[in-house]
């Protein structure tokens, strides 16, 4: 059933809700017990059960979905454009960056194919995140007939909305829909070559390459190299949805229409029919100019009601004080906690301050790892080895209370599973990542730690007055 429950007032089908919820948990949980081998307590199927019932005012838990997961850049990006270039009706496509780039150029190509063939074509950029788009592909789109809109235009006149960014990235292509945390750039890293980030072309000023000189200052200093003073390669997780979950993600994309304040009001599309043997998923939003906080609320709900294990990866990692506190209280109910965060931010002096800021979890039930080569932008959490969600959503001040985000969300041991082993391919290979323990923290010298005190208290500053 497509379980549609989101503001229904009809009694009759919220008992038919209840009862469908009531009989998919205990389901997910058995099938939970042949995966992680976790035996399921006797007041955990009402826990859940009350959970995901209080989860579906946030938005519709649909049943018959599948869902592809990815960790590598290049095969998600083939999947994007060979359903571009199999639509027939629709290409919907918004994201927060789009660069000057190989792979930009073969997505411009592609949809003017399919604008071509009759395909309703509409690219939504963010005016910020998109400031390399170049105006060559604007007027090539205009010629193909591709709508081209930019949200929130930075001017004079708007200043006071500059930090109202549209952060969420999601491709609809008929009734086939992607979501995650990738971004269109050439700044990849292929999980195949673990090592590809270190060959990243190093940036040049006056003639004289930064690689020899400002990353010896630093180290006479002991302090962090900036990544921005080379080319940074992102570590990104995306999912591809065929199933009654794509038109959400459909009806998501026109809140970042409307928002846009732009003149095309596209017709909704139709809920796809539930695909055999899929699964529960649910998509979140956030748009805070619209008081719609979904997002937030069940994470926040989710983690603090955890009781078995978290496995949390994103960049930017500021929680604000409510996650900040679920992270916490799980952690002081013993609960295992595995967070995978960037060692190579594109921010600079974010990963010392976040490395401030880990040190006051440490416990023995607890591991932080930072990525070596790579910038962490992956943004996903799988709970307790059943419920898991991934989308454009950082743990950070500015996702909290600014920018339009979302994330899809899956109720299945099988997608926290993968989730899992996604996370341990990194946390568990040496050469990507690296653990920060107290030890750590305490072998380095004073002027290292006081760089990572002096960014928080910065970075936290910053996030105070969002």
């Not at 105006?135 to 109202?164: D, G, M, Q, R």
């Not at 400002?214 to 080379?230: A, E, G, S």
Request: glycine share 4%; aromatic share 12%.
């Amino acid at each position: 059933m497509n379980a549609n429950n989101k503001g229904s007032d009809d009694p009759q089908h919220n008992l038919v809700f209840k009862d469908w919820l009531r009989s998919q948990v205990k389901k997910k949980l058995f099938e939970r017990e042949t995966i992680f081998k976790y035996s399921k307590n006797s007041d955990e199927e009402e826990k859940w059960f009350k959970l995901l019932e209080k989860f579906s005012k946030f938005g519709n838990i649909t049943s018959g979905n599948l869902i592809r997961i990815f960790d590598n850049s290049s095969d998600i990006y083939n999947e994007m454009l060979k359903s571009i270039d199999l639509a027939k009706e629709r290409v919907w496509f918004e994201t927060y960056i789009f660069e000057d780039c190989k792979i930009g150029k073969k997505f411009i190509d592609s949809l003017c194919r399919a604008s071509n063939r009759g395909c309703e074509v509409i690219l939504l950029l963010d005016s910020f995140g998109s400031y390399k788009f170049p105006k060559k592909w604007e007027n090539i789109l205009k010629e193909n007939s591709v709508k081209l809109i930019w949200f929130n235009p930075i001017s004079i006149f708007n200043i006071h909305t500059i930090l109202f960014r549209n952060h969420r990235k999601i491709l609809i292509t008929d009734n086939k829909s992607y979501c995650g945390s990738i971004n269109i750039t050439d700044r990849i890293n292929n999980l195949n070559n673990f090592e590809e980030a270190n060959t990243c072309e190093l940036l040049k000023v006056g003639g004289i390459s930064r690689k020899k000189f400002l990353p010896i200052l630093y180290d006479l200093l002991k302090l962090p190299v900036p990544t921005n003073l080379k080319r940074t390669c992102f570590y990104d997780v995306h999912a591809e949805i065929i199933g009654p979950a794509t038109y959400d993600l459909g009806e998501v994309f026109l809140d970042s229409l409307r928002e846009s304040k732009c003149s095309i009001f596209p017709r909704r599309l139709e809920r796809p029919n539930e695909e055999k043997n899929g699964t529960i998923l649910q998509v979140l939003s956030s748009n805070t100019r619209n008081n719609q906080r979904g997002i937030q609320n069940v994470l926040g709900i989710a983690t603090s009601s955890s009781s078995i294990s978290i496995n949390l990866t994103t960049s930017y990692f500021f929680p604000p004080r409510f996650l900040y506190n679920a992270i916490q209280a799980a952690i002081n109910n013993n609960v295992r906690v595995s967070l995978l965060l960037s060692g190579k931010s594109d921010i600079l002096g974010d990963t010392s301050a976040t490395k401030y800021l880990v040190k006051q979890f440490f416990q023995s039930n607890t591991h932080f790892f930072f990525t070596k080569n790579i910038h962490c932008h992956a943004k996903y959490i799988s709970i307790d080895g059943i419920w898991s969600s991934l989308g454009s959503f950082n743990w950070d001040g500015l996702s909290f209370k600014r920018n339009l985000e979302v994330s899809v969300a899956s109720f299945d041991p099988v997608v926290a599973k993968q989730l899992l082993r996604i996370q341990e391919k990194l946390t568990g290979c040496c050469n990507s990542t690296e653990e920060q323990t107290i030890m750590k923290w305490n072998e380095q010298s004073s002027i290292k730690k006081f760089y990572s005190k002096l960014a928080y208290y910065i970075i936290r500053y910053f996030n105070k007055r969002l």
